[in-house]
């Protein structure tokens, strides 16, 4: 299944259609730009339901690890993207949207839909604003920290790199 494929969401939904696949985070432009590199790709599947009321939606499920940029040592930063949402094929109108995040999140219905850009659209909400690594696990306090003398400055750098 290539990345770049299209649906027509009603379709989708109705036939209960699914479709799996491995999107490489090269691909995705605008997360790209916000990661320390953009190796690696994230699994999804993406399959389309009607519940018992007849409302049409979609499923998203998204995994796999985003090289972020620590806000405090601006390094890469493994995080882990974990993502399990139903989008509901609707008109959304202003006032549901008031009502805060109790609604179920929507999309409106779309006769030739982008799949790598819902889920490009999809990572993007689930990562935090100002990602940051845990206390104490900055390149820069690693580097302070190591006070043997042996190791090449960017040891640590190194290390990182590994991480997958
Ligand atoms: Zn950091």
Redesign the pocket.
């Known amino acids: 299944m290539s990345a770049r494929s299209f649906i027509d969401t009603q379709d989708f939904a109705r036939n209960h259609s699914e479709i799996r696949g491995e999107l490489p985070v090269s691909g995705m432009e605008r997360l790209s730009d916000l990661l320390a590199d953009s190796q690696g790709g994230v699994r999804y599947a993406l399959r389309g339901g009607s519940d018992k009321d007849g409302q049409l939606y979609l499923e998203v499920e998204i995994s796999g690890i985003c090289q972020l940029l620590?806000?405090?040592?601006?390094?890469a930063?493994a995080y882990p993207v974990t993502i399990a949402n139903r989008l509901l094929l609707q008109v959304e109108d202003g006032l549901e949207q008031m009502e805060g995040d109790d609604q179920p999140d929507s999309i409106a219905p779309n006769r030739h839909l982008d799949v790598a850009a819902l889920l490009e659209d999809e990572v993007l909400l689930s990562l935090p604003i100002a990602p940051?690594?845990a206390e104490g696990?900055?390149?820069?306090?690693y580097r302070q920290a190591d006070q043997g003398g042996e190791r090449h400055p960017f040891a640590a750098l190194g290390q990182l790199k590994v991480i997958k």
């Open positions: 620590c806000q405090r040592c601006l390094k930063m940051r690594h696990e900055c390149v820069a306090v």
